[in-house]
T-cell receptor, first 113, second 116 residues
Framework: DAMVIQNPRYQVTQFGKPVTLSCSQT?????MYWYQQKSSQAPKLLFHYYDKDFNNEADTPDNFQSRRPNTSFCFLDIRSPGLGDAAMYLC????????????FGPGTRLTVL | AQKVTQAQTEISVVEKEDVTLDCVYETRDTTYYLFWYKQPPSGELVFLIRRNSFDEQNEISGRYSWNFQKSTSSFNFTITASQVVDSAVYFCALSEAQYGNNRLAFGKGNQVVVIP
């Protein structure tokens, strides 16, 4: 089945230690998104790629970076995680010009010690 | 200003009861899309339905039904004969053509607890 995959599902890192979260998709969608969701809150968009074009949200901290080496993969890099970065990170994809529906992966729950 | 309002934070129902989740949205776009997602305890956001602004037809899918009314800017969701597996957080969301449909404005979510 076509899907959005996120690895790992659970990630523990130390304060200040860089961490990379991974997202892959078999849907061949051209748009990929990263969201941050803190406890009991709605997901918050960090950035998205439209093909290779990177689009950062204005309030996304510089601590968060992203890479998209090809259509299938997208990475979220947190350069120096703080305690406030502990959250669920959700990847989503969309086929632009299609149904415009975003399909989400299972998420990676990040713990910062 | 919040674009999507889900007023009820937590709703508890006894199994087999019906539950309706209210969603009120705000937009100046004439072309927009409305969505409902389900987020079970596992964390994944599961797509339930998409509705575009030109299609006010209500929809039923099994025990789920949706009522879209542009006149009141509402897109309400009803679960009929609720089951324990329906326990989850449900998010209503809006995407607008002015942002290239690249942003989902989420409501705060409704935590539904179905009591056996």
């Amino acid at each position: 089945d076509a899907m959005v995959i996120q690895n790992p599902r659970y990630q523990v890192t130390q304060f200040g230690k860089p961490v990379t979260l991974s997202c892959s998709q078999t849907l061949n969608h051209n748009v990929m998104y990263w969201y941050q969701q803190k406890s009991s809150q709605a997901p918050k968009l960090l950035f998205h790629y439209y093909d290779k074009d990177f689009n950062n949200e204005a309030d996304t901290p510089d601590n968060f970076q992203s890479r998209r080496p090809n259509t299938s993969f997208c990475f979220l890099d947190i350069r120096s995680p703080g305690l406030g970065d502990a959250a669920m990170y959700l990847c989503a994809t969309r086929r632009a010009g299609g149904t415009d529906t975003q399909y989400f992966g299972p998420g990676t729950r990040l713990t910062v010690l | 200003a919040q674009k999507v309002t889900q007023a009820q934070t937590e709703i508890s129902v006894v199994e087999k009861e019906d539950v309706t989740l209210d969603c009120v949205y705000e937009t100046r776009d004439t072309t927009y899309y409305l969505f409902w997602y389900k987020q079970p305890p596992s964390g994944e956001l599961v797509f339930l339905i998409r509705r575009n602004s030109f299609d006010e037809q209500n929809e039923i899918s099994g025990r789920y039904s949706w009522n879209f009314q542009k006149s009141t800017s509402s897109f309400n969701f009803t679960i009929t004969a609720s089951q324990v597996v329906d326990s989850a957080v449900y998010f209503c969301a809006l995407s607008e053509a002015q942002y290239g449909n690249n942003r989902l404005a989420f409501g705060k979510g409704n935590q539904v607890v179905v009591i056996p």
